[in-house]
């Protein structure tokens, strides 16, 4: 166990879906982020959160909508997704250079 | 732009070999590199970071160098065991406009044959 939570473990949505991702950390950190792994591709970051402020979102479409309420939660709002979205999306959280990571959450995209 | 690349994608080896995973970037210019595992459909647990002024780094049977100039790194497993199968990512912390951002690799996955 990293401290780093995340629910639910798995999801399968369609398209016309609204769905939302949970991520809390027991930690203290400040700063939390959201990747994307995606088969046979890198981890991809899409957003950066320091102290409950968006100070990064690497041009990820807005039907991928963040929220970030305090420094131990963060939400990742789907809607209208494409199957192409389909993918592992891991939590992780931060205080200084080293990252911890959340056991992700399996969404497919129906 | 900052690439990381690791080569093989897979390996596979005997119980009680000694193995090397590498890593490879394109720019110098990192603060740090760290070694993660991944097992299936897990989130990521850090194994080994290196800051940019350091040469290597160890932790048991782990160790872990760093030739920033040459823009390598190479994971060094000594006596695996079969609970050491996973994908292995390194990744390189860079600027990023103010901030500082990881970027990964895409691994290589290790099998380990008792």
């Known amino acids: 166990e990293t401290g780093v939570t995340q629910t639910p473990r798995h999801l399968v949505m369609g398209m016309t879906n609204k769905k939302s991702l949970k991520c809390e950390q027991h930690?203290?950190?400040?700063?939390m982020y959201w990747y994307k792994q995606s088969a046979k591709k890198p981890l991809e970051l899409m957003f950066v959160?320091?102290?409950?402020?968006?100070?990064e979102n690497n041009s990820v479409p807005s039907r991928f909508s963040p929220e970030c309420p305090n420094s131990s939660h963060l939400f990742l709002h789907l809607h209208t997704l494409q199957p192409e979205d389909s993918a592992l999306y891991l939590c992780?959280?931060?205080?200084?250079?080293?990252?911890?990571f959340g056991p992700g959450t399996r969404l497919t995209v129906t | 732009k900052q690439e990381v690349t690791q080569i093989p994608a897979a390996l596979s080896v005997p119980e009680g070999e000694n193995l090397v995973l590498n890593c490879s970037f394109t720019?110098?210019?990192?603060?740090?590199l760290q070694w993660f595992r991944q097992d299936p459909g897990k989130g990521l647990t850090s194994l080994l970071l290196?800051?940019?002024?350091?040469r290597e780094q160890t932790s048991g049977r782990l160790n872990a160098s760093l030739d920033k100039s040459s823009g390598r790194s190479t994971l060094y497993i000594a006596a695996s065991q079969p609970g050491d199968s996973a994908t292995y990512l390194c990744?390189?912390?860079?600027?990023?406009?103010?901030?500082?951002?990881?970027?990964f690799g895409t691994g290589t996955r290790l099998t380990i044959i008792p």
């Open positions: 959160y320091n102290f409950k402020e968006q100070t």
């Open positions: 930690l203290g950190h400040n700063a």
């Open positions: 990744a390189v912390r860079v600027p990023n406009f103010g901030n500082e951002k990881l970027t």
């Open positions: 290196i800051q940019s002024s350091q």
């Open positions: 720019d110098s210019a990192i603060y740090n």
């Open positions: 992780a959280s931060s205080h200084g250079y080293e990252q911890y």
